[in-house]
């Protein structure tokens, strides 16, 4: 999962800043403040990842074929100034399965087997690395007087770290010399992972400083490094260059998996139209509308479904509606099936009975909870019933989920009742704690969620509270942000083991409802 | 500045007042003066008992049948518990408003509260005179809140300098001394504030003590860590008892504070500081200052709170500070750090 994220000279952020994410880490901070940003973070980051793109395309306006969204490097940098670096990292925690690195090497035909061939090296990352990183540093295009001649952000360099240590520094050199001259790195011989392949004397890393490793390598911008360490790059000669390109190569696409595995839920969710035919699969793109989760609900098992309605009934949110899928068929259709069913006449006919689900449509409605298991009873459009429902049920399906990832929600308790808000708190611990293990970045104005939280905090420490619902102090990281003269400032505020904030909260977000009743 | 408050449960009991009217009236005016929205609460709530009363008071609270005044006394509690310290059980277990009330005089004989607030058929029944005791009627009259607020303007006389910061010093965990001349000619000060803290009665901790001074620049790094060792030293013979004592040398700064709170934990048992009270001061008491001369204190405020935690006490700004050993006078070493410049 995505554990940490490293921002500075974006948006409003100018010093830098380190976000540790832990299980549920919560966002708070007045209107403006700039909890967005941390998750405009994370997509820029993405984006530049993936398609080498210094260019940010809002995932919401991107839904609904708004390419106006499309946010470019001068948008983002902090105080659109040009000049400016900026500096996004990403840190994600290594899995077993993340940890075999397969080096490739085409070595010297001179020095080497008789045959020459390609020899590979798998090795396995020791388990004390336990965290990947890598930290872009963007800028616009400059020459050789430092002055911006494109408004484009170019990806000038990056650092790639494991265990927190940065390893290997790439820079491009055409940043710092005006003219094309390929791509020049810098690995720490001290990193611990470098080292203790050094010691093993088969690989010597003393020679390894300022090596290029793509000469004469004019890719269009949007191409940038990416490109310079996929699969089809020239691959380097030098054993222990290839394993530094083996590590790079791992920590992109870790990265990579990891930030396409996460979800990202704007702050409006959007509700079905009526004509709409829900999608058999979901993208990251109908997920920051909400809209994925319908898609999903529609096609999904039982036991999922009878998990969203768990959420949705009256032990938990108290919606007093559950969800129900209904399959729509064409009539003679139906009637042919039957028939043929009936005579077993006709095998072609058989087949194609098989093949009716796939032609049906799908559709995803909620009955009253009172009156759910009665044939009759009326199958509810999601905009038939209150606001809030149909914006809270993105995100309890984003939570139960049978694909574990990183979800980043904007309001997850937008348009519900304090109750229910209390209820959400509940719902996000549950999720990771089950055996999904999901991780949650919520924006949130929401006093009610954050005192369940707390609550459960306490109640886990006492040992009174049922295993699916224990939290410990680590598991949440709270950040308030607010705008200083322009800037924006993060400050963590930890829990204790009683629930209670270790640092003052900085405002009186906690003392309203006091104020208001002695008001 | 800070002062203590002892509340009886009959203080949110419908039969102590005249009408709801009356009560929620009382409440409104507790909670206008016990947390004014401008600024610090210059009181702190005591839970006597080992921490049995506020949970008595909040059952009583539950208790309550008018819906308002419930609401009311509801939220005035919640903040009241927010302010809390404990303080060790004296007595049999109170079973009644009268065996609150005489708890909370034998806990005040022994460790002094500021104002005792109990329903007037209580106190009668009491039959004690003591100028700290007070009907909860009595809390609408301003001469109450007396001496109660976010500051101060006391004489540059170190017993009147203590007896404003007895409360803090009684009830923390842990308390930090930052003064840039905490280690030269405000050691006194100093002196005074570890003599105070460290007498305390059987069932209150003795706190651990951070001094924070000014490594200054006429000095060599060995002189200030001589002064060190001095100062620490005199703070020992002091009191039999020692508690742990830090000093750090910082470069130059100007601000004079005492912070002081609570040791909590994390669910990784990590024990952690929180900060919980300070006052910053403009001048503190020396030996050779004129005793009618006043100064300036003030409560500190939640973002000066938080500014002090960031600049000397967190983590982060210690990093970069050069540790000096000293040997204490038991033999056993004592860390001194000196921030490097």
């Known amino acids: 999962m995505i554990t940490g994220i490293s921002i500075e000279n974006f948006k409003g952020v100018r010093d830098r800043i380190h976000l540790g994410l832990r299980p549920i880490t919560l966002l708070f901070g007045a209107n403006s403040a700039g909890k967005s940003t941390v998750t405009d973070a994370l997509n820029f980051f993405e984006s530049v990842l993936t398609a080498g793109s210094a260019t940010f395309r809002d995932l ?63 090795i396995s990352l020791p388990d004390e690395f336990r965290s990947i990183s890598i930290e872009f540093e963007i800028s616009s295009i400059l020459d050789g007087r430092d002055h911006a001649t494109s408004r484009t952000g170019f990806l000038r360099g990056f650092t790639v770290s494991y265990n927190d240590e940065p390893m290997v520094h790439v820079v491009d050199r055409r940043q ?74 791992k920590a992109f696409r870790t990265l990579k998996l990891r930030l396409s595995q996460r ?10 139209h009526r004509d709409s035919i829900p999608m058999p699969c979901n993208t990251s793109m109908r997920w920051s509308n ?69 032609r049906s449509e799908r559709r995803i409605g909620l009955v009253p909870e009172y009156d759910q298991f009665h044939d009759e009873s009326p199958f509810l459009h999601p905009s038939e019933v209150g606001t809030g429902l149909s914006q809270i049920i993105p995100v309890i399906v984003a939570c139960i989920h049978p694909d574990p990832c990183f979800s980043s929600i904007a309001q997850p308790d937008l348009h519900l009742h304090p109750r229910l808000q209390s209820e959400l708190g509940d719902l996000f611990i549950h999720s990771f ?34 295993e699916e619902l224990k939290i410990a102090t680590d598991d949440l990281a709270i950040y308030y942000i607010s705008q200083d003269k322009g800037f924006t400032q993060i400050q963590m505020i930890e829990a204790d083991v009683r629930g209670e904030f270790i640092q003052p909260w900085p405002d009186d977000f906690f003392e309203l409802d006091f104020y208001e009743r002695f008001g | 500045m800070l ?45 006597l008992f080992s921490g049995s009363l506020l949970p008595e008071i909040r059952k009583q609270v539950r208790r309550i049948e008018n819906d308002n005044v ?17 303080r060790p059980g004296m007595r049999n277990w109170p079973e009644s408003d009268l065996d609150w009330f005489q708890e909370s005089l034998a806990s005040h004989r022994d460790e002094p509260i500021g104002r005792i607030v109990s329903t007037r ?51 923390a965990d842990w308390i930090a001394i930052i003064n840039p001349y905490s280690v030269d000619n405000e050691r006194a000060f100093v002196r005074a504030i570890y003599a105070n803290a460290t007498t305390r009665k059987p069932g209150y901790d003795v706190p651990d003590f951070e001094i924070h001074g000014q490594l200054d620049g006429r000095f060599e790094a060995s002189s200030q860590q001589s002064n060190a060792e001095d100062l620490k030293k005199s703070l020992a013979i002091i009191h039999s008892i020692e508690s742990n004592i830090s000093i750090f040398f910082w470069p130059k700064f100007l601000d004079r504070y005492v912070v002081a709170g609570t040791y909590t934990s994390t669910s990784s048992e990590v024990k952690r500081k929180k900060i919980r009270w300070g006052v910053s001061m403009s001048h503190v008491a020396r030996d050779n200052d004129q005793p009618d001369v006043r100064t300036s204190w003030h409560l500190m405020q939640k973002d000066g709170l938080r500014h002090v935690e960031s600049k000397f006490l967190s983590a982060e700004s210690r990093e970069s500070i050069q540790s000096i050993e000293i040997g204490s006078s038991d033999g056993s070493v004592r860390r001194a750090q000196r921030k490097v410049f």
């Open chain 2, 70 to 86: 419930r609401f009311l006394a509801d939220g005035l509690l919640t903040k009241i518990q927010q302010v809390a310290v404990q």
């Open chain 1, 290 to 358: 909400g809209l994925a989760a319908w898609d999903y609900l529609a096609h999904c098992d039982r036991r999922s479904l009878d998990k969203v309605n768990y959420w949705l009934g009256s032990e938990r949110l108290g919606a007093r509606y559950q969800l129900k899928q209904r399959v729509l068929v064409d009539f003679q259709d139906c009637v042919d099936h039957v028939r043929a069913f009936e005579q077993h006449e006709d095998p072609a006919r058989m087949q194609s009975h098989f093949e009716l689900q796939h």
């Open chain 1, 433 to 466: 704690n089950t055996d999904q293990r999901n991780r949650f970045l919520l924006e949130t104005h929401s006093e009610h969620l954050i005192l369940r939280i707390l609550r459960r905090i306490r109640e886990t420490h006492a040992g009174t509270v049922r």
């Open chain 2, 121 to 171: 058929s209580t106190i009668e029944s009491g039959e004690i005179s003591d100028p700290s005791v007070y009907p909860v009627e009595d809390t609408n009259e301003d001469k109450f809140w007396n001496g109660i607020g976010m500051s101060s303007s006391p004489h540059l006389i170190a017993d009147e300098q203590m007896n404003l910061l007895r409360t803090m010093l009684l009830h």
């Open chain 1, 176 to 249: 710092k010399h005006g003219h094309l001259n390929g791509y020049e790195w810098t690995a720490d011989l001290n990193h611990p992972l470098l080292s203790e392949i050094d010691q093993s004397g088969e690989i010597q890393f003393s020679n390894i400083h300022h090596r290029i490793i793509a000469d004469d390598h004019d890719p269009p911008l949007k191409d940038g490094f990416y490109q310079a360490f996929s699969e089809q790059e020239e691959i380097p000669s030098d054993p222990a260059a290839t394993f530094l390109n083996a590590f790079v190569l």
């Open chain 1, 60 to 122: 919401t306006a991107a839904e609904n074929g708004d390419a106006r969204n499309e946010l470019s490097f001068e948008r983002l940098v902090h105080n659109h100034d040009l000049s400016q670096v900026m500096r996004l990292g990403v840190e994600c925690e290594l899995t077993q399965g993340d940890r075999n690195v397969s080096v490739n090497s085409m070595e010297d035909t001179a020095s080497s087997s008789d045959w020459g061939g390609p020899t590979s090296y798998e």
């Open chain 1, 263 to 272: 979800r990202t839920i704007g702050g409006i969710r959007d509700i079905p």
């Open chain 2, 3 to 47: 002062t203590e408050f002892a509340f009886t449960p009959g203080v949110f009991e419908r039969e102590s007042y005249e009408s709801d009217k009356v009560w929620s009236d009382t409440l409104r005016a507790l909670a206008a003066e016990m947390f004014p929205r401008t600024g610090p609460s210059p009181v702190v709530a005591s839970d």
